[in-house]
């Protein structure tokens, strides 16, 4: 048998018994961290404006479709965070317009989109108007608050604890807080894996085990003790080619979570720059 053989023996060995010894999550352990942060997991509904314009030519085609998510409230103010992806998928994944050549002409053609009426949808059924306040192109995050031109500011809504974090191992068990769709009355569920890997580059990621990615984009990950690890959100690099959007393409979209410690700095940034009058009553 081969040294390699032998080492990837080896290394698969060592990995199926670290995943055997992991620690389980007991049930009233889980049952407590859904207890405790489920009032944070709301759901975001709104519309998706979007235009299609094509140059040299008077066409110009107008959809609106309903956007449904799930989002996380970071700060007792109402700073919710949601996947970019989940909410605009056109605008997270077509960058500028797309050139393509027919009959000797190039064509030109641009998606416009934007994201209108949005608003929180909490557990207990409020609406709370809302509005976007960042977006992180390399977290693939946005960040929202309550409308406060609005005149219905809410009183301080539930959030996760941002200060109380650990750093995972590999291997460590997650508990994931969610909440289902309109399907499912948008009940809280708690969903459990571990994590495969923790990477360095090309920026501090955590790898989870998880099989449906969308279940998981913009919702808390926590460990077992309930300290808070991080959000899910995905990365991909978008290929650029000419003639092809790259949502056609191969993203080779990855599931990840945002570190705890790069949440906190986020919201940190995004607290410096709001304007006082977005700030939500207490």
Known sequence: MSRSLRRLILAAALSLGMTAARAEIPPAAAELILRTNQPAVVTIEGTLKMSVRTSGAAVQQQFDIPVECPGTVLDPSGLV???SLLLDPIGSLVKGPIRMEQ???TIEIQ???RLEALHFLLPDKTEVPAKIVTQDDDLHLTLLAPDAASGRPPAAMPAIQLERTMLPAPFESFILVGRTGVNFQREPFLHSGVLCALLDKPRALFIPQVQDVPQ?????????DGC???LGSVHYRAPRAEGL?????NLNV??????????RDWVARARKSAPPEA????
Do not use: E, R
């Open 81 to 83: 965070a949601a996947s």
């Open 103 to 105: 009959q000797g002409q």
């Open 111 to 113: 998606f416009i989109s």
């Open 216 to 224: 998981f984009m913009g919702l808390p990950f926590f460990a077992a």
């Open 228 to 230: 808070f690890i991080g």
């Open 245 to 249: 959007p790259p949502s056609l393409q």
């Open 254 to 263: 990855i599931p990840v979570i945002i570190p705890a410690a790069d949440i």
């Open 279 to 282: 700030a939500v009553k207490k």
